[in-house]
Each structure stands twice: as C-alpha cells, then as structure tokens.
C-alpha cells in the first residue's frame, strides 16, 4: 500500500539530513509504531506520508501512484491527526466539525456519525477551549474522519494523557483498526502501543529500524483451487 524508497529529507543542503536513505513498506491493514526522541524525524516522515512535506531524495508511492509527483491523489485517502491543541474558539464541537465538512464538500450529515465514533456526541455542545487533552485528541481525529480516510497518521496521540485516558483512546483506535483502516503512529514512548501494533521500529540517528513485514498467510490448497 506505502512504499517509501531511500527516502532523505534536509531542510537545506547546509543543514545535516533529519534522516536518509529511509525504507519502510506498510501493507492494507498493518498498525505501524514508530518511537523516537524529540527531533528525531518521526513528525517529518508523518507529513512526508501526508503529502504536506516533499522528500529530498527517494520515492515514495501509494498504491502505485508517484505521491511526490501526483498529491492530490493521495491526500483524500490519508489522515493527518498532528500533536496539537485547539485554540481558543467559542465554536463548539459540533460547530466546528460542521463548518469543516461544509468546507470540504462532505455531507454535513457525516458529523454525527463521527462524533458517536470518536466518543464525542456527549461533549458535542461543549466550546473547544474547555476541552481536556484527551476530548481535544480525539477531536482531533474525528476532523480527519470526516472524510473517511483509509490510512490514519498519528503524531504521538498519548503525549501528555493519563493513564485513564489513554486507554480510552486506544479502545477507540482498536475499533477503528477493526473498520479496516491503516495506521502509522508515531510516538515517543511506544511502549503503550506495542500490544495495539501489528509491528514497531525506532527512528533513531537519522536511521528507521523496523521489525520486517508479517508473511503472507498459506494459500489453502482448497482455495487455490
């Protein structure tokens, strides 16, 4: 599904890579986590898959498709969910995603259905400044639901969550894993989300190391037939 081939990415040619000659394969379904230190590039390969940041160097392609060269295909199939608050806003919830459905074109309908996905529907009529840090997490990835994406870019989703709250949102995660969506999720500690992962790897030094893709489950030779 993603493929990124020797994949370098500098700011400027002065300034030393964030990371180089990077490799990852993400297959339909898989729960990718990938740990790293403050700075370590994890945030620069998540908007590399989001198509919001272009490689230095490499390719990288989306179900066969040059996402370097062709975007817009890719942007409406991925969802960015960055490590992020809201500011301060008197627009509720339910408001706000409204006006971001209306904005993209989407249904205005969709917005309940997200809401009852993200655990939200109770907090619909509640303003974004008065949000905790786990209501504003998971507002944060209903934005994104609202157009059904099939792969989901998580920047560190528990930073700054207890312990309460961070289980509720990997409940919520493993549910959406179930609806058959893709997930990259970057993250400081992923200790939290090994159990949830599929695989894990670490960016570290410029450098990701990454447990190696499952093997394709045998063909029943009933079914090959």
Request: overall charge negative; hydrophobic content about 45%; some cysteine.
């Amino acid at each position: 599904m993603i493929q990124l081939r020797n994949v370098s990415h500098r700011v400027s040619p002065d300034v030393e890579a964030v990371f180089t000659k990077l490799n990852l394969d993400v297959q339909a379904g898989e729960i990718i986590g990938i740990s790293g230190r403050n700075g370590s590039g994890k945030t620069t390969l998540l908007r590399i898959l989001a198509t919001l940041t272009e490689p230095t160097e490499g390719e990288f392609t989306f179900d066969g498709t040059d996402a370097v060269l062709y975007p817009e295909l890719v942007r409406g199939r991925v969802g960015y969910v960055a490590d992020a608050m809201f500011r301060a806003s008197d627009l509720t919830v339910r408001e706000h995603l409204t006006f971001l459905a209306t904005a993209a074109g989407a249904d205005p309908q969709v917005v309940d259905g997200v809401l009852e996905l993200t655990d939200l529907t109770q907090f619909d009529r509640r303003a974004l400044d008065t949000l905790s840090r786990g209501e504003s997490r998971r507002l944060l990835l209903a934005q994104v639901m609202l157009h059904d994406p099939d792969v989901l870019l998580l920047d560190d989703p528990f930073a700054d969550v207890d312990a309460v709250t961070r289980g509720d949102l990997l409940a919520m995660l493993d549910e959406l894993a179930t609806l058959g969506r893709t997930f990259v999720i970057a993250a400081s500690l992923i200790e939290p989300l090994t159990p949830f992962c599929t695989r894990v790897g670490a960016l570290e030094h410029g450098t990701l190391y990454i447990d190696p893709p499952l093997p394709a489950a045998p063909v029943e030779e009933s079914e090959a037939l």
